[in-house]
């Protein structure tokens, strides 16, 4: 088990349970792979360097977590496919 940091962004046209889901929805995933959330941060609403699918704020959300390294992989590929996320980091720390 590693331990890691993702920054994601969600778009700011979701409510706010919406926003929530998506972020409860991740948490989840990481549990359930059997790693740990150690917290999640959430920045809230802040402008964009530069437009993402025409967007020019985002939410930001900061979570870290402990994983195994291929579980980490599929969260990445999870959020590739979420609709509604602008873009995400994954870091080892």
């Not at 990481?30 to 609403?45: F, I, L, M, R, S």
């Not at 579980?71 to 959020?79: A, H, N, R, T, V």
Request: net charge positive.
């Amino acid at each position: 088990m590693a331990k890691y940091e993702v920054l994601y962004i969600i778009s700011p046209d979701l409510k706010d349970d919406e926003r929530d889901a998506m972020i409860d929805k991740f948490k989840k995933f990481v549990e359930d792979a059997g790693g740990t959330v150690a917290g999640v941060d959430k920045w809230g609403v802040k402008q964009l360097a530069y437009p993402i699918k025409f967007k020019k704020e985002g939410f930001y959300v900061l979570m870290n977590y402990t994983l195994s390294k291929q579980k980490s992989i599929e969260l990445g590929k999870l959020m590739l496919i979420t609709e509604n996320l602008l873009r995400h980091i994954i870091v080892a720390k």
